[in-house]
Every structure is written in C-alpha cells, then in structure tokens.
C-alpha cells in the first residue's frame, strides 16, 4: 500500500515512483499531479477505482476535477489499444441522493464517432444498502430558559461598562465535562476551527485536566496524527473537532458524538454521529448542544431529518468550462 498526498515528502514520492504499489490511496489533486507527470507511468497498470465518500465529491468542482482527472486515466490505460477493459469505479457513501445522480458521475461517458453527438453514458450499477444507520440522538439544554439569554444583566460595575449579555457557554461547559467523563471516547464537532481552539481549552480548564484537545485542518500533519493516535490508545478522552474529522478516523471505541449547533447539513449530521458506534449492528449516539433558540429549531428540524436518513438530494455541476480548461492546458504540457 503506498500513500500520496500533498504531505508526502519528496523521497517517498520517487520511491512510489520506483516500487509502484498494488494499492495506492490518493487525494484527487495528487491524482491530477501524478497524471499531468513521469509518474503516471505507474497508473497505467490501475484496473479499479474506489472513491470513498462520494457525496463530498459531488456538488462541487473538485468533483468534477476528479472524474475529469478518471477519463485522463481510462486515456492513459488504453493508449493505442482499444480493446483494454475500461476501469471498475467503485463509489461509496452513507449519505448520497439521488443515486442515479451520483451513478451518472460516476460512471462517465465514452465518445461517439460523431462529434456532434454527446458521450455515451456508461452502465452502472446501484447497490443500495437495505438498512440505515441506527441512531440515537438527543438534543440538550443546558440551561432554565434560553429566552432569558437575550435579556441584558445590569451589573453594579463601572457605568462606562454597560450591561453584559449572559452567555449559554458557563453552562456547555459543565455539562460537556460530564459526558466525557460517563464515557469511554468522545467527539465533538464544531462548525468553525476558531471555536475547536477555544472550546478544547474550556473544557479543560473546566475539568481542571487534559480531557479534550482541538484537531482541525489548520494543525500539522504530525500533530493531527499524534491527536488521533491518543485518541484511538484511549489515552486522550476526547477530541474537539471540526469537518476534519467528518469522514473519519474508523474506530469502533467512540461511544458519543457530540454536536455544539445545527450541523451545517443532514448529511453532515449523519456522517458526523456515525463517527460512533462504528462497529456492525451498534447504535450511533449523539448529543446536540443548540447555542440560541433560533438554533434550537434548527437543531430539531435538523435531528429529525437525520433520524429520519433523509439527506439533501446532490447534484453535479453542468459544463464546468473552468476546470476542462485547466485539464485541457495539463494535457497539451505533455502530448500532441
């Protein structure tokens, strides 16, 4: 198994050149890297696809990059010959619809004699999973009223200070404590990385010891992996995360996901819960924290969607000229 992403240092990647591996785990740019390089010498041997987590691929132009970046490779894999098998694409995920969208991406399309006659879309076939994922969700609030949090507090401080508005935060942290300390191995997920950084710190100035830590994009490498490692050990009981941690690290001893406000999707809900309870036949518990009562709709509205499995329906993007182009310019740097 060999690794290639944009953290991969230059001495493995010439070695990845010289010992092509049997399965090689890739990212869709290091994919368009490899391709648009002497490398791709390596690709030319790939009889199957798997792209993991497909949903995330989708809706956006990085997918359509990708499956761009597919067709460069079924080229690259044919040459001259026409009688080569085109690739097995393999598309996975827990959260996708419709399914004969995601089909239609994945499987592409193969030319006509006639340039004026659009690709032939290829046959593929949908496997659809009989049972959802079994969640248990709860949604809390922590404190008597949260309609009280937007009424001012007039202290007997200094006039020039004002009044101050309560904050639901005193009374998150308490209780998040809490719930790391009934369980095994937590997550929690946050919306933005500002609030990992700050959130981790409460808690474990709450708790008065290292309960949690932040993980988010912005940490290196090195730092994520030793974060997960802890975490995977039980050395570590919790981890305060953003969509970093989304689609995974698999590990069946998460017992609770906790969310702080709406998840930003229903499939991010689902994906995110889903990170606990990992192995076959167990259940999925999450708590939901809301920060406002504006939010607490958001947060029911959103629970019973989740409960329910009915994720935002997907589409690809029509005709992305920007990204043909930019496939067009790397296939022209290296061949007629």
């Not at 702080?260 to 708590?287: L, N």
Request: proline content about 7%.
């Amino acid at each position: 198994i060999g690794i290639r992403s944009g953290d991969t240092p230059a001495a493995e990647r010439h070695r990845l050149n010289r010992e092509p591996p049997e399965i090689l785990i890739t990212t869709p740019e290091s994919l368009y890297l490899l391709l648009t390089s002497r490398a791709r010498e390596i690709l030319r041997t790939v009889d199957t696809v798997i792209v993991d987590e497909i949903h995330s691929m989708v809706a956006n132009k990085r997918g359509s990059h990708l499956f761009l970046s597919l067709e460069r490779l079924e080229e690259l894999r044919r040459g001259t010959d026409e009688t080569v098998a085109a690739l097995q694409r393999i598309g996975l995920s827990a959260t996708q619809r419709p399914l004969e969208e995601i089909a239609r991406l994945l499987g592409g399309g193969t030319a006509t004699p006639d340039p004026d006659r659009p690709p032939v879309a290829r046959p593929v076939e949908i496997v659809q999973a009989g049972t959802g994922k079994q969640l248990e969700l709860t949604i809390e609030v922590p404190v008597e009223d949260m309609a009280r949090l937007s009424e001012p507090v007039y202290d007997s401080g200094p006039a020039a200070a004002g009044p101050t508005i309560p904050s639901i935060w005193p009374a998150i942290h308490p209780r998040l404590v809490a719930l790391i300390r009934e369980h095994r191995s937590t997550m929690i997920f946050v919306n933005s990385r500002r609030l990992a950084e700050r959130l981790a710190a409460a808690v474990n100035e709450t708790a008065g010891e290292e309960l949690a830590l932040a993980h988010h994009g912005s940490l290196a490498k090195d730092a994520r992996a030793q974060i997960e490692d802890r975490l995977k050990r039980g050395q570590l009981p919790a981890i305060v995360a953003t969509s970093s941690l989304e689609l995974g690290i698999d590990m069946g001893a998460v017992d609770l996901v906790i969310q702080i406000e709406a998840p930003p999707s229903i499939a991010a809900g689902i994906q995110r819960v889903g990170r606990s309870g990992h192995q076959v036949g167990a259940a999925s518990r999450g708590v939901v924290f809301p920060k406002y009562r504006g939010d607490l709709l958001a947060c029911s509205a959103a629970a019973e969607r989740m409960m329910a499995g009915q994720v935002e329906a997907t589409y690809y993007p029509r005709n992305p000229l920007d990204v043909l182009a930019q496939q067009i310019v790397a296939m022209v740097a290296l061949e007629p």
